[in-house]
Nanobody
Framework: QVQLVESGGGLVQPGGSLRLSCAAS????????MSWYRQAPGKERELVAA????????NYADSVKGRFTISRDNAKNTVYLQMNSLKPEDTAVYYC????????????WGKGSLVTVSS
């Protein structure tokens, strides 16, 4: 059974750092493009960062470039999102996604991890 479990969220002050983890099970995450999305209250879910299964290339939303880093540990079947220089506008529920992992065409999502940036 395909499953994604996010962890590492919490309350942090502006300028602080957090590292989110996305533990995958039921499939080999290195074979799929893995992404982090976020959804702030009253807003649509948006792509934050993604890492390719083909060549490990990464892409980021303009709002997080230079502050966030997506990476993967294939031995642990886990994807990470290192978030530095956090801002109040980064407050959101962060979701992990595995692209086309179910039946070759359906995405799988985790349940999310809440990140709150506030003083």
């Amino acid at each position: 059974q395909v499953q994604l479990v996010e962890s590492g969220g919490g309350l942090v002050q502006p300028g602080g750092s957090l590292r989110l983890s996305c533990a995958a099970s039921g499939f080999t995450s290195s074979r799929y493009t893995m992404s982090w999305y976020r959804q702030a209250p009253g807003k649509e879910r948006e792509l934050v960062a993604a890492i390719s299964s083909v060549d490990g290339s990464t892409n980021y939303a303009d709002s997080v470039k230079g502050r966030f880093t997506i990476s993967r540990d294939n031995a642990k079947n886990t994807v990470y999102l290192q978030m530095n220089s956090l801002k109040p506008e980064d407050t959101a529920v962060y979701y992990c996604k595995a692209a086309k992992v179910v039946l070759g065409f359906m995405d799988a999502w985790g349940k999310g991890s809440l990140v709150t940036v506030s003083s």
